[in-house]
Nanobody, 118 residues
Framework: QMQLVESGGGLVQAGGSLRLSCTAS????????MNWFRQTPGKEREFVAE????????TYADSVKGRFTISRDDDKNMVDLQMNNLQPEDTAVYYC???????????WGRGTQVTVSS
């Protein structure tokens, strides 16, 4: 089993930045494509970004492209999400997820709240 714990959330003004971290334990993230999702009340969980297990391929939701950057440090068993130029519509609970070769999202964290004030 892999446990994922997100951190780094908080309250920030529009235009500000936050860096979220996802720390894994119990299993190495090396063979997993690592993802960030977000969810607001009453809405479905939304894909934000993914970094391949090789670390050489990333993909982003159109809504965050150019503002967010996902990165990974397999030695530290961590995945980060640098979020710049945050906007009120980025307010959500952000979740870390590990996607294995089965193409299933096998492990999820419990989330960290990000609130952007206008």
């Amino acid at each position: 089993q892999m446990q994922l714990v997100e951190s780094g959330g908080g309250l920030v003004q529009a235009g500000g930045s936050l860096r979220l971290s996802c720390t894994a334990s119990g299993r190495s993230v090396r063979r997993y494509n690592m993802n960030w999702f977000r969810q607001t009340p009453g809405k479905e969980r939304e894909f934000v970004a993914e970094i391949a297990y090789t670390g050489t391929y990333t993909t982003y939701a159109d809504s965050v492209k150019g503002r967010f950057t996902i990165s990974r440090d397999d030695d530290k068993n961590m995945v980060d999400l640098q979020m710049n130029n945050l906007q009120p519509e980025d307010t959500a609970v952000y979740y870390c997820a590990a996607r294995g070769f089965s193409n299933e999202y096998e492990f999820w964290g419990r989330g960290t709240q990000v609130t952007v004030s206008s």
